[in-house]
């Protein structure tokens, strides 16, 4: 018993000094290219009127950020990763087998992603369902939409798509695969028109209905097979990845004045003097409406923070208690002018409690 209880202390000393181990002496920050803009003006801030250094912001996309940060506890690990969707049961699995057990969740506000297109073109309206006809990789048979019968998509124009759109080539630039905007665009726009046809909506009650029967083989295969149609996107050229640089798909577009682009509202705020957010569903991209729910595509935005590191790299604790302050995103709060949608007041007390008193989360 001596010699494994001294096993156990051994342990708890190990995993306690790798985080003290080493040479850092500043915060180090990884994840979403939506919420990098916001930490980053946090971070200057924060270099300015502390007496911590100004911490290090990575763009990696909320996929990359989550990979990076969860890798382990210890210097040469990132301290906080953003993230402009929330964190999957995969990767909190994987975190809490590397030994990133404690992990604080701190909501920061929200954000709408914004289809936007150069100010020398005419302006889109666009539903969901336009989107997911003109995006996905397979699509209901046009002659039998109701018909289970799925193609190859085979829509080259969004005329195509839908007569009342302007007869342009479909090309649309957007986020890769490791970005929270690239998984929020798939759930909130092409689901959000997948689901309009009825024989692919009823996949997912389906699965319901088995997972609830305790058939768990038949629900994961049917939400398998929903999440395939809805989410997939096509890879013969219309959909161009162009990277988590989302000031690039901005230039882009400028180029291309027939080219639409998927990014944060932020970012068609910052430029809206070059590009315009498209109608989505008849309700334009504005912050009133991302902020109170109209608009149909809008998303919350996250840090996530290792536990283990607060105390021992330098000024972790004070950064947060910055972030969550109101005048950083509150109703008038210094992010406002960058684009951030503030949460409401009960929202923002919840998050700051989480913040400011490091309460772990609970998935």
């Keep these: 018993m001596k010699r494994f209880s001294s096993a156990i202390a051994m342990s708890l000393t190990v995993g ?11 915060i180090y920050v990884v994840g979403s290219s939506t919420v990098y803009p916001f930490a980053t003006v946090v971070a200057e801030h924060f270099g300015k009127v502390t007496k911590f250094k100004t911490p290090k912001i990575e763009s990696t996309g909320s996929g990359g950020g989550m990979k990076l940060f969860c890798q382990g506890v210890g210097v040469k690990h990132p301290d906080i990763t953003n993230a402009s969707r929330r964190i999957k049961k995969s990767e909190f ?7 990133v057990k404690e992990i604080i969740e701190i909501k920061i506000g929200y954000d709408g992603i914004a289809i936007a297109n150069s100010r020398e073109a005419p302006r889109f ?3 969901r369902k336009d989107m997911f006809l003109a995006l996905a990789k397979d699509v209901p048979d046009p002659k039998a939409p109701e018909s289970s019968k799925l193609l190859p998509n085979p829509y ?3 005329k195509e798509v839908n007569p009342a759109l302007p007869a342009y080539k479909i090309e649309v630039l957007g ?3 490791t970005s929270g905007t690239r998984d929020a665009f798939a759930e909130l726009a092409m689901e959000g028109g997948c ?6 909506s009823q996949l997912k009650k389906e699965s319901k209905k088995a997972k609830k029967a305790g058939n768990k083989v038949l629900a994961k295969q049917l939400k398998n097979k929903y999440k395939a149609i809805c989410h997939g996107v096509r890879e013969d050229g219309k959909y161009i990845e162009a ?9 882009k577009l400028e180029a291309n004045s027939k080219a639409l682009g998927v990014f944060g509202y932020s970012y068609l705020e910052q430029n809206e003097d070059r590009i315009q957010g498209s109608l989505v569903d008849g309700v334009p991209p504005e912050f009133e409406l991302i902020a109170n729910g109209q608009y149909p595509v809008s998303r919350p935005l996250y840090m996530y923070v290792k536990e283990a590191h607060v105390g021992k790299i330098p000024g972790i604790k004070e950064f947060l208690a910055e972030f969550a302050s109101d005048k950083v995103w509150g109703d008038e709060g210094y992010l ?4 951030l949608i503030p949460m409401p007041k009960e929202e923002r007390e919840e998050y700051r409690k989480a913040a400011t008193q490091l309460i772990p989360m609970k998935f």
């Design 16 to 26: 306690a000094a790798a985080v003290t181990a080493g040479t850092r002496d500043y």
């Design 93 to 99: 699995d994987k975190c809490q087998a590397n030994g």
């Design 125 to 127: 309206n666009l539903s």
């Design 156 to 158: 080259s124009t969004w």
């Design 175 to 177: 986020p890769p695969p």
């Design 195 to 200: 689901k309009k046809f009825a024989w692919i």
């Design 243 to 251: 990277g988590e640089n989302d000031n690039l798909i901005v230039q």
């Design 336 to 339: 406002l002018d960058k684009g």
